[in-house]
């Protein structure tokens, strides 16, 4: 039997469909980089998607603190290293760093994931096998907490998206990485033309 690795790590590459007009990594591509590591290391650990299935339970991907060092551009690699850190009270925590080829820090990530019965969609409070989730809760890619989201003043500017079939992921809902999508998309490009 092949043993536990809790650090997992992926390469990816920046593809023309990753990067904005600028060249520059979007941040939604980046963040499913992450996604796409966090669900392949489940699978490596048995708690991905094809043994909770099993179980009637999956993975929702709750909420996330990010801090960008520096975007790369298109063409290019990048080399995303990823760890669960244990419990915090109902969410299971999940970090990680995404480097350059040179070694050089992208970005570093904390994530907070909590496990659903796909039928009643209420939280499921325990997984099996879940001493190795805490072999690494004192790595950290981020030493402060997620906060929880507060809204405070009026809103600068509001506008509605249309939900479509392409948005959607096979739990039915909206995939995490479009949420990043339509929140760059209430900016203007000649805004986001001077800005990263």
Known sequence: MKPVEYLYQDNFSIST???????YLRVSSLVNFFIQGAWKHAEELGVGYSHLSKLGVGWI?????????????????????TWPKGLDRIFYIRD??????DNKILASITSA???VDTKSKRLKRSLPQ?????????KYAIEEPIPSLSFEGIPGYSTNFKVRYNDIDMNMHLT???????????YDIEFMDKHI
């Open 113 to 115: 994931w909590l496990v």
């Open 96 to 101: 990680a760093e995404l480097h350059s080829t």
């Open 17 to 23: 469909k990753d990067a904005d007009f600028k060249k």
């Open 130 to 138: 879940i001493e190795f989730l805490t072999k690494l809760e004192q």
């Open 176 to 186: 995490t990485v479009r949420y990043i999508d339509f929140m760059f998309d209430t």
């Open 61 to 81: 991907f709750s909420r996330f603190r990010i801090k960008i060092e520096y975007l790369p551009s298109w063409p290019g690699d990048i080399i995303l290293t």
